[in-house]
């Protein structure tokens, strides 16, 4: 056996892979919502949205999500060349054959006005310091100004523009532009002029692709195959590979820094150019770029990468920190790595390698698997395979056999060899052999006068003569154990699924502190750990984990570092227990996808905190279109429109899988408290009840960077108008109103039907007069003419006198009752007749001017005039104690003016009214009502009285 391995241990002078690293590239495809996998320009806008133009369209790039444009939103045509974001947050598109389409709030629009058949497709949009924009085309340059395009300049044979590819602002007058026919051209603005100042003539390929203008005003030009330099006038040239001449078609020129350029080929991936030396290192298809036909490149405000390229939509470049070595570069499968001698010792299936610090690959011995390696204390190598164990001395050639047999772990110590089997544990003394069983290991380290054993299903401590369970650690309470390192000769670090033990041995005796792996903010899938000084090293699923180990366990502090890797970087988990630290700190883990290295010094991290926005705002589960319910109070939604959605959005590129919400409502009770972090961008707020409020968020770049300033979106729940005070006040003054207006027009009603029942009652009385007067007059006058006549004849004078005194009496009340003159005559010679008969009958001197007006009144009017002018005597002779009285009536345009007036005492017209005596004056005044006039009662105390009676003619 030991002669057939001999056979094995020669070493080879070749390589196997100079360039044998595979970096992180990340795509997105369709399968992620692009809307074309060929992609070929690309920008960043002013929100920090990333927008791709593709030969299916347009989509804009948050960094989770896509929104796609094409021809069913708008757009001019599908195949879109050129892309640019001009001052006013307008997107510009430039299409094949079908002129431009311009993307401004979502709405796309498409100016019309010059010949896109002939001008082509537009390759580029420029803008000037005046606003104006610049869209070059295939066969000639338009511009874009006050809403018009006008032709700048046509291709004709003269000017022979053709095949305008790209531009770039030299300075505010002078563009550089690239020819896919003619080389390079020259334009100035003021005057215009363009100039073809390369072709092939001057040694430059006609075929020029990308120009690019650095700080130093030098212009570089990408070509078939070649590069060009402009500077102050000169041209220089720079080729590559010859070999490479076809595939180094330079597409796209991206301003690294000052001294490189990131050039993009169509055939060779991209390269970086050192301006300085002119050297160029490309990076294609070897180290895992997904295709090797790319066409744009930019920079994202966060240092990613962005490129399109052909068939693999668009591809994000961070860093060259994390490196994968498998066998996609000729790396066989990988069992274990160790650093010795300052070189990368390999375990693999196709034997021993070797990987010195420039990544050249060699092999050392070439046959079976080598499964597991480990330095041993003189700085040899021990190694095992599928049937053997061997030691290599650094200072020779040959390994020497150790032991027959498969084991799994190797480990040396005390001038005692420790053989990890499946049952047993085999120990290879200088004197002696002898077994310890136990059950297959993960890790072994030494602690104080014994050793430390990790397997999957607890942790063990092990001496000379066996093995046993640590206090406070048994193995059905604290299992499933990953990895095992030693911090110094008396403690020890362990990971399992859930948590992370200290172990410390004093005098003896074991302590131990727990610390939960939750607590170690993105760690998830915990795989492997290493202490490094104060560094303590966790591996999860796509990241690193770099913890101050200091803090962790004098402060129980967690202060932590996160490096991730591009989801799936590693096609499989890292190996348990596979960390390893080597001389100039690079991190190694082993898998079966290979060897991942980390370089920390090569790591960029993200401290750019993420663009906050709102993505999308749902009212119930329709989209709020917030410009129906904008007012100069800003956004006011009815009571009933309270079920809202919000969809948060962070924009960032790096982390966009890890990123964290949080939000608040304020207005809401307990509003100003901040939700606990959650990955999920939506948030749903239902029935909100009637205020003012402000959604607010905040959320961190998928590594713990957190923006300090929160997107707040504020809107007004506007009030039921019955909740509201206006409401209130109109619905009490318009109750109050109501009630008014319920006694008024009830009191109306009394009024009306107490006047109704007087003028009935007075109607009634009138009535009833007139028959008494008419008994009066028929019966009882005749029967008394009768009886006077007889006692005439019988000559009793006394009883004649009586006779004859009682019919006048008789005659004087029926009279009184119902003056007959009143029909016979009409009203004007009654009233006259009635002054006159006062007048004789009294000592008050009366004088009367008195029209005609019995034309103008109805028979009852003229009765009601009567008996007020009646009433208003009676009073006058009963209680005026007048000397003198006039009364007149006239005729006026639209009435009848009756006044009557004395010179006796007067009275209190107030008084007079409310006395329960005043049934007279009473009976006047609802008798001027009945008549719908006016009645004006003026009295003063020994100065006599006024009564004025106005009354209306309907008819006049």
């Known amino acids: 056996m030991k002669c057939l391995f001999l056979t094995f241990f020669l070493f080879f002078s070749c390589t196997i892979s100079i360039n044998a690293q595979r970096y992180q590239f990340k795509k997105y495809k369709t399968e992620e919502g692009l809307v074309n996998n060929e992609t070929f320009a690309i920008i960043q806008d002013s929100q920090n949205r990333i927008w791709v133009s593709s030969t299916g369209g347009i989509s804009c790039f948050n960094g989770k999500t896509f929104k796609n444009f094409t021809t069913d939103e708008g757009l001019a045509s599908n195949i879109v060349f050129s892309i640019f974001e001009d001052s006013k947050g307008r997107i510009w598109a430039g299409t094949l054959d079908n002129g431009i389409s311009i993307i401004e709030n979502g709405k796309i629009t498409n100016p019309t006005g010059v010949d896109f058949n002939f001008l082509g497709s537009a390759t580029k949009i420029l803008e000037g310091v005046d606003g104006t924009i610049y869209l070059i085309f295939l066969n000639g340059i338009v511009t874009y100004k006050n809403g018009k395009l006008d032709y700048l300049l046509k291709g004709t044979e003269d000017n022979q523009i053709a095949g305008l590819q790209y531009a770039a602002w030299y300075d505010s007058n002078t563009i550089f532009l690239a020819s896919l026919k003619k080389g390079i051209f020259k334009m100035t603005l003021n005057p215009l002029n363009i100039e073809n100042i390369y072709n092939e003539k001057d040694g430059v390929n006609n075929i020029c692709y990308s120009v690019f203008v650095d700080s130093k005003k030098d212009v570089w030009v990408g070509a078939y195959g070649e590069l060009y330099q402009i500077s102050q006038g000169k041209l220089n040239k720079f080729r590559f590979k010859p070999e490479d001449f076809d595939n180094n078609r330079i597409y796209g020129i991206y301003g690294e820094n000052e001294n490189e350029l990131y050039l993009s080929f169509e055939g060779n991936g991209f390269g970086i150019f050192n301006k300085q030396t002119g050297d160029l290192r490309t990076i294609n298809e070897s180290q895992g770029l997904p295709t090797k036909y790319i066409y744009r490149m930019i920079k994202d405000t966060e240092g990613n990468h962005w490129m399109t390229s052909f068939g693999e939509g668009i591809i994000r470049f961070r860093d060259t920190a994390f490196k994968i070595y498998d066998k996609t570069q000729g790396l066989p499968s990988v069992n274990a790595v160790a650093e010795w001698n300052n070189k990368l010792t390999i375990a693999s299936d196709e034997g021993l390698l070797m990987m010195d610090a420039t990544g050249k690959i060699s092999p050392v011995i070439k046959g079976d698997a080598v499964k597991t390696l480990f330095v041993t204390p003189e700085n040899n190598m021990l190694f095992n395979t599928n049937r053997a164990v061997f030691e290599l001395l650094e200072t020779s050639a040959n390994p020497t056999l150790i032991d027959e047999g498969d084991y799994n772990q190797l480990f040396k110590a005390k001038e005692k060899t420790y053989l990890f089997g499946t049952d047993n544990i085999k120990i290879l003394a200088k004197d002696s052999t002898y077994f310890i069983n136990t059950r297959r290991s993960i890790s072994i380290k030494p602690i104080g006068d014994r050793y430390i054993l990790c397997k999957l299903g607890g942790l063990f401590q092990m001496d000379e003569t066996g093995t046993d369970t640590i206090p406070g650690l048994h193995p059905k309470v604290h299992f499933d154990f990953r990895s095992l390192d030693a911090i110094n000769e008396n403690e020890v670090l362990a990971g399992s699924e859930k948590n992370l033990y200290h172990i410390s041995l004093d005098r003896g005796i074991f302590k131990i502190r727990k610390f939960n792996l939750d607590r170690f903010t993105g760690l998830k899938h915990f795989r492997a750990l290493k202490v490094d000084g104060n560094n303590l090293w966790l591996a999860g699923r796509d990241m690193l984990l770099k913890v101050d180990l200091n803090l962790l366990l004098k402060k129980d502090t967690i202060k932590a570092e996160k490096f991730n890797t591009t989801a799936n970087f590693l096609e499989n988990h890292i190996d348990l227990n596979s960390l390893l630290i080597t001389g100039d700190k690079t991190v190694l883990a082993t898998s079966l996808s290979g060897i991942l290295a980390f370089n920390e010094k090569a790591y960029i991290p993200n401290t750019q905190p993420p663009k906050l926005a709102i993505s999308e705002i749902l009212l119930f589960s329709e989209p709020l279109a917030d410009s129906l319910y904008r007012t100069k109070n800003g956004i006011v939604l009815p009571y009933q429109k309270n079920y809202l959605s919000f969809s948060m959005e962070a924009i960032t590129f790096t982390n966009p899988e ?217 009073n006058m002779v009963k209680h005026a104690e007048a000397k003198a009285a006039s009364i007149t009536i006239e005729k006026k345009k639209n009435s009848i003016e009756a006044i009557i007036s004395d010179n006796g005492i007067g009275f209190e017209f107030s008084e007079k009214v409310k006395t329960s005596d005043s049934l007279g004056m009473k009976t006047i005044l609802e008798r001027a009502k009945i008549l719908h006039s006016k009645i004006d009662i003026k009295s003063q105390i020994n100065k006599g009285t006024t009564v004025t009676l106005t009354i209306p003619l309907i008819n006049a």
């Open 658 to 874: 890890n990123v964290y919400y949080q939000y608040r409502m304020r207005g809401l009770r307990d509003g100003d408290e901040w939700s606990l972090p959650t990955k999920d961008p939506n948030v749903v707020f239902s029935y909100l009840p009637p205020g003012d409020y402000s959604f607010e968020f905040r959320a961190d770049n998928g590594n713990g960077v957190w923006q300090t300033a929160p997107y707040e979106y504020s809107f007004k729940i506007s009030v039921p108008f019955w909740k509201t005070w206006f409401f209130w006040v109109f619905l009490i003054f318009g109750t109050s109103i109501a009630v008014f207006l319920f006694y008024y027009y009830k009191n109306q009603a009394e009024r009306k039907r107490n006047e109704a029942f007087t003028h009935n009652l007075i109607k009634a009385q009138e009535e009833e007069r007139t028959r008494v007067a008419r008994e009066l007059h028929d019966s009882v006058g005749q029967k008394l003419m009768l009886l006077t006549k007889k006692t005439k004849s019988t000559g009793n004078q006394e009883m004649e006198f009586l006779a004859t005194n009682t019919l006048q009496e008789l005659r004087s009340i029926s009279k009184g009752l119902h003056p007959a003159t009143l029909e016979r005559l009409g009203p004007t010679v009654a009233i006259r007749n009635m002054v006159d008969e006062v007048d004789s009958n009294t000592s008050i001197f009366f004088t009367h001017e008195i029209e005609d007006i019995d034309a103008l009144l109805s028979k009852e009017a003229s009765l009601h005039l009567y008996r007020i002018i009646q009433e208003v005597l009676n």
